[in-house]
């Protein structure tokens, strides 16, 4: 049987099932949790099932990553995770645990670049995975290698879906969020450059870097570049995934525990 790894984002599976389940006025604190802890389980169960995995991991996020210190402003609006929740992620981790995969929470390093890197590094070695997140993010990895499930969607996501979706390929995803910001991550990008431009810049041009060479460019958009081209290298950091973590575990550590 070849090897094929499944990476849950914890967190993005976690608090999608906890806020349905939370909507429910008539139960206690006690009883969202249970409901939620019973349905991620199930999740997991279906996952590893639809997967085939061999091996698999749910990562949770550690404290606040490097980028709250490269930017002040990184995530500054993001609501807190429900105190009744964050309370009770010692559940859900033995909750994975129960089903047969490893959770893994690192002391510092956000769940993106752990499984960035961990999908980066199997790819490499021509392993099969399979990230489970609706976190746009990860969007830019999808290879032959690496694919993505939205199981709220139940679907894989494609190469097309991307170009359908932000009317650009994968490759040009990077600089276009760095160009018109992440608002998710309260990410500003440049000023004056929304989503139209940046994407007429992208469509036109193989980068921002030879867009800037491009005589055909507007110099009102040039301007702008030029002007603020350190915000723009600032978001290009923190919307790129890191794929060099250093994980401290093995991919045998990963084995699916069956029964």
Known sequence: MSTNVLLIDALNLIRRIYAVDSNHKNLT????????????????????????????????????????????????????????????LNIFKQGFNDAGIMSFSPEQDEAD????????KLSNQNIACTIVSTDKGFLPL?????????????????????QDKFNLPINKLVEFWALAGDNTNDIPGVKGIGKKTALSILNNNASVELALEN????????????SSISDFITAKVLVTLRNDINLGFSLKQLRVKLG
């Open 142 to 162: 999808l290879n032959q290698n690496i694919a993505i499930y939205d199981y709220f969607s139940q679907k894989m996501i494609t190469p097309n879906d991307v």
């Open 29 to 88: 604190d006690e009883q969202i949790i249970k409901s939620a802890h019973q349905r991620v389980i199930n999740a997991t169960n279906k996952l590893l099932k639809l997967s085939q995995a061999t091996h698999a991991i749910a990562v949770f996020d550690g404290e606040k990553s490097w980028r709250y210190t490269f930017y002040e402003n990184y995530k500054q609006n993001r609501s807190e995770m429900p105190q009744a929740l964050k309370s009770s």
């Open 113 to 120: 670049d752990i499984i960035a890197t961990l999908a980066t």
């Open 215 to 226: 005589d055909d460019l507007p110099d009102k958009i040039k301007s702008k570049l030029t």
